[in-house]
């Protein structure tokens, strides 16, 4: 079964820096595409950004220049960093891959920005 799984998330001050991973079960080189996707409470699930097999990335508007993620196929990691974080930004965030036609989440990793 192919899982994957997020680490790293925390409190972080108004402005503060976080960096989440997601690790894969198998080799991260197999997914199709990630992403990082955030759901605060009473939200929708919202996408944050993805990152194709060739390392195109895409992210929302609201964190393009702050959050960048990144892929170690070497280590079968996925990375979001995340700068300049503000307290809009709490949420929980899974990590997404996909995989030929299957879809694989993580449970997910507490953010919280404290302002």
């Known amino acids: 079964q192919v899982r994957v799984e997020e680490s790293g998330g925390g409190l972080v001050q108004n402005g503060g820096s976080l960096r989440l991973s997601c690790t894969t079960s198998?080799?991260?080189?197999?997914?199709?595409?990630m992403g990082w996707y955030r759901q605060a409470p009473g939200k929708q699930r919202e996408l944050v950004g993805t990152?194709?097999?060739?390392?195109?990335?895409d992210y929302e508007d609201s964190v393009k220049g702050r959050f960048t993620i990144s892929r170690d196929n070497a280590k079968n990691t996925m990375t979001l960093q995340m700068n300049n974080l503000k307290p809009e930004d709490t949420a929980v965030y899974l990590c997404?891959?996909?995989?030929?036609?299957?879809?694989?989440w993580g449970r997910g990793t507490q953010v919280t920005v404290s302002s």
């Open positions: 990152i194709t097999r060739g390392g195109t990335t």
């Open positions: 198998g080799s991260i080189a197999n997914f199709d595409a």
């Open positions: 997404h891959g996909l995989l030929a036609y299957l879809n694989v």
